[in-house]
């Protein structure tokens, strides 16, 4: 059984997130509208994943989520789009945009249980990709790659004050090497480094030491609204 709180003002919004994980099943949530009574319960019950609204009438859900106990997965619903940077930078996994509806409920909830999973049985993290290049293995620290192009049956990964890195593997290959808490595939031809990202609107995406912003693909827009509902994801 996986335990979740969710902490709203809005009693609809607590509905539809009561609906939502009945429908999903194997959920015990725990619904509160007092952000005060929320904190309290959770430092006390450790859950495992917490639905935080951002915009509550007496609190900040940002620094709310300052507070959460070590591990808490963590995922943000709000209305509001602006406050994406400071999302990542407290661990969010995802970002419900309101109205929130089952599909993108759904997608949240599988990254959510797969984050808390890997809370719980922690793994070295991965900090390098091997990568073939030029007839040798080419050996990438993630921390200096800042995107990747597609380049037909090839790839082009660009790093800060490095050479440039072409491989000759796909783009579907590549994503699937990358750790997606740090990378977000934005278009069919680039995935970006969140790190590396210094600004960004909804159709475009300005990485740093890049004069020429990258494009939002439309058909990766539903990706993106996760970096844009509230930035992103964790880790950052």
Request: charged fraction near 20%; charge should be neutral; proline fraction near 6%.
């Amino acid at each position: 059984m996986i335990h979740c709180v969710a902490i709203d003002d809005e009693p609809i919004a607590l509905s539809i997130l009561n609906e939502y994980c009945s429908r999903y099943g194997n959920i015990r949530l725990e619904c509160f509208s007092s952000p005060d009574e929320g904190m309290r319960h959770i430092l006390s019950s450790n859950p495992d994943i917490v639905f935080l609204d951002i915009e509550l009438n007496s609190h900040n859900g940002i620094e709310l989520a300052r507070q959460l106990p070590r591990g808490t997965t963590l995922i943000f619903t709000t209305a509001y789009s602006e406050y994406a940077l400071e999302g990542f930078n407290v661990n969010a996994v995802d970002f419900l945009h309101k109205p929130i509806f089952y599909p993108r409920f759904l997608q949240a909830m599988e990254k959510a249980v797969a984050w808390s999973a890997k809370e719980q049985n922690p793994r070295e993290p991965t900090d390098t990709i091997a990568l073939k290049a030029e007839h040798k293995t080419v050996i990438i620290a993630l921390d200096s790659v800042t995107h990747i192009e597609a380049m037909d049956n090839y790839v082009k990964v660009f790093r800060r004050n490095l050479p440039t890195v072409i491989s000759q593997i796909t783009m579907k290959e590549m994503e699937a090497k990358l750790p997606p808490e740090l990378f977000i595939r934005v278009h069919r031809s680039f995935i970006v480094s969140l790190k590396a990202i210094d600004r960004f609107s909804n159709r475009k995406i300005y990485v740093h030491g890049l004069s020429t912003p990258l494009p939002v693909g439309r058909t990766y827009n539903e990706s993106f609204q996760n970096l844009y509902n509230v930035f992103r994801r964790n880790n950052i």
